[in-house]
């Protein structure tokens, strides 16, 4: 490249000077022929410079509409990753968890490697750590049935129920969950396919999620319903909700409700256990994080009559300050309420458990509250000088910190009206 410009320099000279190109030959010497390259190279390096500063010029500064707009395309993109922009477009999360925890599992006080010690299983399973996901999951490693013997969840009409789930490679058949009626408080398993009198069977597999309200009563009868809507996600963390508001269920899968059925369930239904079936050998699924809570509470009577509305449905990943999307259906009926009675300001307190550092709960705590009154805000259309914040980390805990379901209900977002 530099030797071609040398000699276009050269034939330049020579056409523009008087003096003769054998002379010119003749007398150049060293001394002009070192100079011309010289200057070649420093107009080789000076248009190379000049190429490098347009493009750094464009990246930092957009000097078109069109670099303007990859610029802003981008910056919402990086946004969208990081989740702040995801509320608005998942309006289909309308669920509304209530104000009462009735269940919570996440064996964190299980040791790894071992069954989970409040379960029970005629097949077998191990609580492991993940590379892809924080906390204590549930191996289902053998096909069989799993549930939680200690507890009588007594569920009421209209509830919530959550869990994260990862299938693995061979997921195909089904991998099941039973929210039935069963009064035998045997440890044992029951292992019958339609366990109890009358229940809920839930189906997911890789084409998508089925569900079947059952009675034993006067034969066996069901009423079932599929949908092939956002099935779950081969080795990946698929966070399910359960919506059941009397003979109705509502399942919620990946920003949308992947099955909604107004009569899948038999009047009459006293639900009071969860059961866990994995009977393909190929399908060894993981679970965690279980929840049941009671749901659609009266939120405008809870805060504008009662003063105070404790909430379960504002969602935060682990150690995070960043309001999730299916947050949506909480955080709109509060707005609702708040557009409704445009005098009352409210105040909103974020609460932790005790695990971990103190100084961190308490950090964690105020990001959480400042970032719900963000969110009413810009996404609901709240004025901001309406909301004050407020964090108090572990100092008020509503149960002690003794198992995993207390730690859970200390985990919350509270509303105070002002």
Known sequence: MKKINIL????????????????????????????IEEKAEERVDAKTDEVIDKSLDKIEKPDSKEDSDKAVTEDETKTTKKGEQKLVANTKYDFVPGDKILYFEDFSQDAIGDFPALWSTDGGGEVK??????????????????????????FPRDFIMEFDFIPDENFQNDFELHIYSDNNESENVNTDLYPGTRGIQIFMNE??????????????????????TNPPVINSVNHVIVWVQNRRI?????????????????????????????????????????KVTTAAPDMRSKLITEGKLVSYGIYFDVNKDVVKPESFGTLNEIAKALKENPAVNVKIIGHTDSDGNDDQNLDLSKRRAASVKKTLSTEFGIDGNRIQTEGKGEAEPIAPNTTTENKAKNRRVEFIKL
């Open 129 to 154: 750590t993940l590379n892809i996901a924080p906390g204590n999951w549930l191996h289902f490693n053998k096909e069989g049935c799993f549930y939680c013997y200690n507890k009588m969840i007594n």
């Open 250 to 290: 509502r399942i919620y899968h990946k920003g949308e409700k992947a099955l909604d059925c107004p009569t899948n369930i038999y009047q009459g239904n006293e639900l009071n256990k969860i059961r866990f079936s994995s009977w393909n050998s190929g399908c060894k699924p993981y679970i965690t994080n279980l």
């Open 207 to 228: 084409g998508g999620w089925a569900t079947k309200g059952y009675t034993s009563e006067n034969d066996m009868k069901w009423l079932e319903a599929h949908s092939s």
């Open 8 to 35: 276009v320099l050269c034939l330049l000279f020579l056409l523009t000077t008087e003096i003769k190109p054998q002379s010119l030959l003749e007398g150049i010497g060293s001394k002009i022929k070192d100079k």
